[in-house]
């Protein structure tokens, strides 16, 4: 897994060199056509996704749907989805109902794009377009890397929908920032989660798929019950569940939510409630100068990987091999 963490840099590298070929792949989609976007993947493909929903809603406009595959699978219902832009973020490209849901929203009319590591994957078959991860081989379990590039190339391909120019720019800019998260220590968080019953993970709009994401890796490699929650719904009736013994884990990025983030974070500490929070000028984590607000939560998931992996280790937990899981999982 940590060597796996400091990989992501270079295949975000080659991500961002594939530009024209995702140039390419934008002016295939007809995006003016579509009514929807809809987006598709299980496990951290689909906090990928979640990160993904936030970042077409706000830079094309568009609405976006989660898919449930078990619509198609087992309660075999297709449904209509005539000049919807369908993306399915898979790693493996392997699970039985990742194909079957990419099959259906192709067969009803949708534009199907893969976002996969396997590109010879049944998944990536089943597509229209494909946009390749290229993260090599993935040992470990708990996937980190092709997460990294799983959010990268859709933001990549956003970029190219959407002609913008400042995302590209903070793309370009991303490996850099990936390699430099890598010197962020953020083991004073280690601490609380040893005594921690469990764990809340918290941020807005964009930073909602890290923090999901993080909380699973917390459940995955540390075995402690983690929520990946908006900090806006940690206003409301989790918030009854936080006491001493439940560290709250928070992104602040510098966008339009960044204000309510704050405001959470003083009423919390005020509260006595263990804070880490990185981003902003109240942050307790390291954290670098802040940068494009739809690549800074991607960055984000460099230290709080190594942290994971780390503490890890010191409880003689092994990252890369969770108990009772495996590499892929088909679910039907």
């Given at each position: 897994?940590?060597?796996?963490?400091?990989?992501?840099?270079?295949?975000?590298?080659?991500?961002?060199?594939?530009?024209?070929?995702?140039?390419?792949?934008?002016?295939?989609?007809?995006?003016?056509?579509?009514?929807?976007?809809?987006?598709?993947?299980?496990?951290?493909?689909?906090?990928?996704?979640?990160?993904?929903?936030?970042?077409?809603?706000?830079?094309?406009?568009?609405?976006?749907?989660?898919?449930?595959?078990?619509?198609?699978?087992?309660?075999?219902?297709?449904?209509?989805?005539?000049?919807?832009?369908?993306?399915?973020?898979?790693?493996?490209?392997?699970?039985?109902?990742?194909?079957?849901?990419?099959?259906?929203?192709?067969?009803?009319?949708?534009?199907?794009?893969?976002?996969?590591?396997?590109?010879?994957?049944?998944?990536?078959?089943?597509?229209?377009?494909?946009?390749?991860?290229?993260?090599?081989?993935?040992?470990?379990?708990?996937?980190?890397?092709?997460?990294?590039?799983?959010?990268?190339?859709?933001?990549?391909?956003?970029?190219?929908?959407?002609?913008?120019?400042?995302?590209?720019?903070?793309?370009?800019?991303?490996?850099?920032?990936?390699?430099?998260?890598?010197?962020?220590?953020?083991?004073?968080?280690?601490?609380?989660?040893?005594?921690?019953?469990?764990?809340?993970?918290?941020?807005?709009?964009?930073?909602?798929?890290?923090?999901?994401?993080?909380?699973?890796?917390?459940?995955?490699?540390?075995?402690?019950?983690?929520?990946?929650?908006?900090?806006?719904?940690?206003?409301?009736?989790?918030?009854?569940?936080?006491?001493?013994?439940?560290?709250?884990?928070?992104m602040r990025i510098m966008d339009e939510t960044a204000a309510t983030v704050d405001a959470l974070a003083n009423e919390l500490r005020a509260q006595e409630i263990a804070l880490h929070l990185c981003g902003g000028p109240h942050g307790s984590l390291p954290w670098l100068q802040e940068d494009d607000p739809a690549t800074d939560p991607i960055?984000?998931?460099?230290?709080?990987?190594?942290?994971?992996?780390?503490?890890?280790?010191?409880?003689?937990?092994?990252?890369?091999?969770?108990?009772?899981?495996?590499?892929?999982?088909?679910?039907?």
């Amino acid at each position: 897994m940590a060597s796996e963490i400091g990989e992501s840099a270079d295949v975000v590298s080659r991500i961002v060199r594939n530009r024209r070929a995702l140039a390419e792949i934008a002016k295939g989609l007809r995006i003016g056509c579509a009514p929807l976007c809809v987006l598709c993947g299980r496990g951290s493909s689909g906090h990928a996704g979640v990160f993904l929903r936030y970042l077409i809603e706000t830079r094309l406009g568009l609405p976006v749907s989660a898919s449930a595959p078990s619509v198609t699978t087992a309660f075999r219902t297709p449904l209509v989805l005539r000049d919807a832009l369908f993306i399915v973020v898979s790693q493996s490209g392997r699970s039985p109902d990742l194909v079957a849901a990419t099959r259906s929203a192709r067969a009803t009319g949708a534009r199907t794009i893969a976002i996969v590591n396997t590109t010879s994957s049944p998944v990536a078959t089943a597509a229209e377009f494909v946009i390749p991860i290229e993260a090599g081989a993935e040992h470990s379990i708990a996937a980190t890397k092709t997460v990294i590039g799983s959010m990268a190339a859709g933001a990549a391909l956003i970029a190219e929908l959407a002609e913008d120019q400042a995302l590209r720019s903070a793309l370009d800019r991303l490996p850099d920032r990936l390699d430099r998260a890598l010197a962020l220590d953020w083991s004073e968080v280690s601490d609380d989660l040893a005594k921690a019953s469990a764990v809340f993970v918290a941020a807005r709009g964009l930073g909602l798929g890290w923090a999901r994401e993080i909380a699973l890796k917390l459940s995955e490699i540390l075995r402690l019950p983690a929520i990946g929650v908006s900090a806006a719904e940690l206003q409301h009736g989790p918030r009854a569940a936080l006491s001493s013994r439940t560290p709250v884990i928070m992104m602040r990025i510098m966008d339009e939510t960044a204000a309510t983030v704050d405001a959470l974070a003083n009423e919390l500490r005020a509260q006595e409630i263990a804070l880490h929070l990185c981003g902003g000028p109240h942050g307790s984590l390291p954290w670098l100068q802040e940068d494009d607000p739809a690549t800074d939560p991607i960055t984000m998931l460099v230290p709080a990987y190594r942290v994971i992996e780390q503490t890890a280790r010191r409880w003689g937990y092994d990252p890369d091999r969770p108990p009772r899981l495996s590499k892929i999982t088909e679910t039907f």
